[in-house]
């Protein structure tokens, strides 16, 4: 029944708009380039649309001056260059930012009753989201309301798996030296003025908003300009109104990439090292010194991690450097927390009512770029994993209707 309806709802629809001549507007009309186009009949084409496939027929001019034709109709009603209407465009994007391009396809057709196949979702898909990192890229929209007393900011990364052609020459983790993935490293910005019952600070929900890509972040004293990524945590900073924010907050796991953009373009904020992952580090000398399941490396790394919830790191300094000569786990972390130590100051971070915990943005790397691209199978082109990044990322952070308002503007 549902499919008869809509078959009967697009024929009408079909009728009614191939007896209107209406976009026949006389021999000549203007092009975009200024210059008069020539009316040159009419062409019909198929497209898709959310009642189903159309076989319209419009009026077609064609400019001479650049060689370039058009549809006023097409124009009209927002069907641009593509076969897609406006609302199968939505629906495609909506199922490209969330699933497989298969699984798109498929759902496509069992709740809307649209028949694309997957090689046209992903090709779609990946246009969008071209779309939306061109328009981000040089388009910034100010805040649209007074940023929270804290903003925190935290950048991380985590590899994709890509098609060989995209990884030659790049050194990596396998045995021969070679790499199987790419980084995409992930800004992520969001405010916790809420408080669990123990008063500890809570992510404030729908706060969240993420920027992702697969770009560099190295900075380098003969630089010109700014490293990608760098580009891209300012312009999300500037869109979430970072600056303006009375405390701003650097969260990262220790890494030095993100100390050093931190250190260039937010010389103010007060940096902090994810406490569990300094908790990780302890750990891992724990299980070097000891083996994974010795009851003797679990309880040292539990008298760790209790020294470093209270601040004492010269405490556990002196307890890694009696490993220090056999260990080489043992120098690596007391190097990591001596770099750190003002950036692992919890007793003071707790007491100021602030997040030390990264959790927003492990979950973030796993929201936007694992559930999504990471999937068993999956092999992506630099392109592709940039394109649909960008769309996932707008949908996450509830940015994708006003992409579509400007699509229709």
Known sequence: MRRQALQLAAHAVERRLNADLTDEAGPTLQCDCGRLARYAGRRRKYFETVLGALRLERAYYHCAACGRGFFPRDQALGLGAGSLSPGVLRMVGQVGALVSFQEGSELLAELAGVTLNTKHVERTAEALGNDIAEHDQHHVEPPRQEPPPTLYLGMDGTGIPMRPAELLGRP?????????????????IWSAEGRDPHGMAM????????????ESAAIHDTDE??????????????????????????LGDGALWIWNLANEHFPGALQIVDRFHAKQHLSDVAKAIWGPDSELGRTWASERH????????????????????????????????????????????????????????????????????????????????????????????????????????
């Open 306 to 409: 209790d020294q470093l919830d209270r601040g004492e790191l010269k405490a556990i300094l002196s307890a890694l450097r009696v490993h220090a000569a056999s260990e080489p786990e043992a120098r690596r972390c007391i190097d990591y927390i001596s770099r750190n130590r003002q950036r692992m100051r919890y007793p003071v971070f707790h007491s100021q009512g602030l997040c030390t915990s990264t959790g927003v943005l492990e979950a973030g790397c796993k929201v936007v770029v694992v559930t999504r691209l990471k999937r068993a199978g999956m092999h992506w082109t630099l392109a592709g994993a940039n394109a649909i990044l960008a769309l996932r990322c707008a949908k996450l952070s509830n940015r994708l209707d006003d992409f579509w308002q400007r699509r229709a503007a």
């Open 225 to 250: 300009d700014y490293p990608p990524f760098a580009k891209r945590v300012l312009r999300e900073a500037q869109r979430r109104g970072f600056e303006c924010a009375k405390r701003r907050v650097i």
């Open 203 to 214: 992510r404030d929900p729908g706060s969240v908003s993420y920027s992702a890509g697969i």
């Open 172 to 188: 990596g983790k396998q045995a021969d030296g070679s790499a199987k993935t790419r980084e995409a490293k992930l800004c992520a």
